[in-house]
């Protein structure tokens, strides 16, 4: 029997079933093959290097501080939802309480390494997505511009180890099981994606979009596959659910009590300020792929009819879909966040490798602008101001000395990384004054700010903490000119006049400690 040549070895791969061919278990399709064996090990280098910066500041952000402070309270012996409370799923908070016990409190670079990771999985996935659209030069330029743009917001947005970097890793697996209509594991994909920040879920939009589209070209029934995606996303939030001691929290917290947080009023001008400047970051980092994502537009719209919907040969409608949904996501509350904008990019990179791959536009001036770019963030990220650390770990210091480990502290304000860099309890589980005053950080002009705007029981809850635990051994007062600074809150106000004494003034941060 003569040997098989290899183009008849090829052609009988090419009729092999898709998940024989790239895999049953991976949204990538497995490591195997000289492919990914070559790209990987670029990727997780360029991962590593462009967020090398994390690894200088013990903290970035206040979400950060936020999770740290979190974890510890969960560690001894708080009950998320209930004695813990906080605005956004589980699963963040558990793998902070996770990291810290296994590798300690006192440091975040274990949750940072866990970023770099995110980061390089969101990469793989994103060249596994491309490599199938587009060949293999384009799922190695669509993994490095991810990792190259990821820098491209302010350091304190895209250097943390906050929501939107777990995130990611699900969301992009969502799509690319839709893409192998495998249904069920999209639905999972995207509940997981959604217990890491709630936005995430927006993903669903584009694996529904992929599904009726496969139904209308295949001539099948949708039903059972909209059953499994919906089974899929409802089984890891019911076991959550269960989980959870308090699922009525669980409820309240993440989905019905934050209709205020993320309402309308505000500061309108202020916002739309902050939509255009981090809007125009993102544009500007990545410019060098999304210029011929514009280009493709124009001749797309100016000189041809416009394509029918969905059409299968080179159709990037799904993308179009993934990145509406992201924008609407993005715009969620109105607070226009940096760090939000890292879920639009990666519908806006596999656009950019689309409009790249299919097109005379050469791969290395894209490379090389994003390259530039992502070198200027680097930069900047090292170089970056530390001045409000600074005060902040003076603050913190002076708390240290003020207190033992055993007193709890207040802090009135909107910085709880206090508590994580002082190392001390908090007097109640209300880690920020929004829960209290409907300050949400983002809306400085937000006229329902005040006692009479708080979260349903908040200030009974307080008082009974209070009551119950004893008065914490410092305040710090952190609100500056706030609308939420104690002359504007009268319980604020009365329990500094009765209880404490000013102990230290650091720029706008007064430090009380209680009356002897």
């Known amino acids: 029997m003569p040997t098989p040549t290899r183009p008849r070895l090829a052609g009988l791969a090419e009729r092999l079933p898709e998940r024989v061919r790239t895999g049953l278990l991976l949204p990538f399709g497995g490591l195997g093959g000289r492919y990914w064996t070559r790209l990987v090990p670029v990727l997780a280098l360029v991962a590593l290097v462009t967020h090398i910066p994390s690894f200088v500041r013990p903290v970035w952000s206040p979400d950060e501080g936020f999770l740290a402070t979190q974890a510890r309270m969960l560690a001894d012996g708080g009950i998320l939802y209930d004695t813990v409370v906080?605005?956004?799923?589980?699963?963040?908070?558990?793998?902070?309480?996770?990291?810290?016990?296994?590798?300690?409190?006192?440091?975040?670079?274990?949750?940072?390494t866990l970023a770099v990771v995110a980061h390089l999985v969101t990469a793989i996935l994103l060249a596994s997505i491309a490599r199938g659209r587009w060949g293999n030069r384009a799922g190695a330029g669509a993994g490095l511009l991810y990792l190259l743009v990821s820098i491209g917001l302010s350091p304190e947005d895209t250097q943390a180890?906050?929501?939107?970097?777990?995130?990611?890793?699900?969301?992009?697996?969502?799509?690319?099981?839709?893409?192998?209509?495998?249904?069920?594991?999209?639905?999972?994909?995207?509940?997981?994606?959604?217990?890491?920040?709630?936005?995430g879920g927006a993903?669903?939009?584009?694996?529904?979009?992929?599904?009726?589209?496969?139904?209308?070209?295949?001539?099948?029934?949708?039903?059972?596959?909209?059953?499994?995606?919906?089974?899929?996303?409802?089984?890891?939030?019911?076991?959550?659910?269960?989980?959870?001691?308090?699922?009525?929290?669980?409820?309240?917290w993440v989905v019905t009590g934050s209709g205020d947080y993320a309402s309308f009023g505000g500061a309108w001008l202020q916002m739309t300020g902050r939509a255009l400047g981090n809007s125009a970051i993102l544009v500007a980092a990545g410019l060098g792929f999304l210029l011929p994502v514009g280009r493709r537009l124009w001749l797309k719209y100016r000189h041809r009819p416009l394509p029918v919907a969905g059409e299968e040969h080179g159709s990037t409608t799904d993308l179009w879909v993934w990145l509406l949904s992201s924008v609407v996501a993005v715009s969620v509350g109105f607070h226009f966040f940096g760090?939000?904008?890292?879920?639009?990019?990666?519908?806006?990179?596999?656009?950019?490798?689309?409009?790249?791959?299919?097109?005379?536009?050469?791969?290395?001036p894209v490379l090389v602008y994003t390259t530039v770019a992502a070198t200027a963030f680097w930069g900047l990220a090292l170089a970056w101001p530390g001045e409000r650390l600074n005060r902040t770990t003076e603050v913190a210091?002076?708390?240290?000395?003020?207190?033992?480990?055993?007193?709890?502290?207040?802090?009135?304000?909107?910085?709880?990384?206090?508590?994580w860099l002082a190392d001390r309890k908090p007097a109640t589980r209300y880690l920020t004054a929004g829960f209290l005053t409907n300050y949400s950080g983002g809306k400085?002009?937000?006229?329902?700010?005040?006692?009479?705007?708080?979260?349903?029981?908040?200030?009974?809850?307080?008082?009974?903490?209070l009551v119950d635990n004893g008065l914490p051994e410092v305040v710090v007062d952190d609100s500056g000119l706030s609308p939420y600074q104690p002359t504007q809150i009268p319980k604020i106000e009365n329990l500094l006049d009765t209880h404490y004494e000013m102990v230290g003034v650091f720029a706008d941060t007064v430090v009380y400690r209680l009356k002897r």
Request: charged share 15%; with cysteine.
């Open 339 to 364: 760090h939000y904008y890292l879920q639009l990019m990666p519908p806006l990179v596999l656009l950019g490798t689309g409009a790249v791959a299919t097109s005379a536009v050469r791969w290395k």
């Open 444 to 465: 400085d002009g937000n006229a329902n700010v005040g006692e009479q705007f708080s979260v349903s029981n908040a200030w009974q809850t307080f008082d009974k903490e």
């Open 397 to 419: 210091t002076a708390v240290a000395a003020q207190t033992t480990p055993k007193d709890t502290v207040l802090v009135w304000g909107m910085h709880p990384e206090l508590y």
């Open 203 to 252: 993903v669903l939009l584009p694996v529904l979009w992929m599904l009726l589209q496969d139904a209308r070209r295949r001539g099948v029934r949708w039903p059972p596959a909209l059953f499994k995606i919906g089974f899929g996303f409802t089984l890891p939030i019911a076991l959550v659910a269960v989980i959870l001691t308090k699922p009525k929290g669980f409820l309240f």
């Open 86 to 112: 906080d605005r956004k799923p589980p699963l963040l908070p558990w793998l902070y309480q996770a990291c810290f016990a296994l590798f300690g409190s006192a440091s975040l670079w274990p949750l940072r």
């Open 161 to 199: 180890a906050t929501f939107e970097v777990f995130m990611l890793p699900a969301m992009v697996a969502a799509f690319r099981y839709a893409e192998r209509r495998r249904w069920l594991a999209a639905g999972i994909a995207v509940a997981l994606c959604s217990l890491t920040k709630q936005t």
